[in-house]
């Protein structure tokens, strides 16, 4: 496989990590919200429910760190080639 090809792949899972990424991310953020917001009554009349609260937290805080994780070794794998192709 050529560099670019693997540039483009590498573009092509960066996308796939977004998406991926998206849905635990407004779970973090829905959480958080329902724990420490100051309006009194959560978004939605689940996020009353503490333990669901914790349960969104729980599931996808993991996600949200492997999605990191992943896309630090995809953008040091595409730097890397960029940098041999560049020499």
Do not use: H, Y
């Given at each position: ?8 792949e ?10 991926i ?12 919200h329902?724990?420490f ?9 689940f ?14 805080a993991?996600v ?6 992943k ?17």
């Open positions: 496989m050529s560099s670019e090809q693997r540039i483009k590498i573009e092509k899972e960066f996308t796939k990590l977004g998406f990424d998206a849905v635990p991310t407004i779970m973090i953020g829905l959480g958080l329902a724990k917001g100051k309006g009194g009554e959560p978004i939605f009349e996020l009353k429910n503490d333990s669901i609260v914790n349960g969104m937290l729980l599931v996808a993991p949200v760190l492997w999605c990191m994780f896309a630090i070794q995809l953008a040091t794998e595409r730097k890397r080639i960029e940098k041999n192709t560049n020499s």
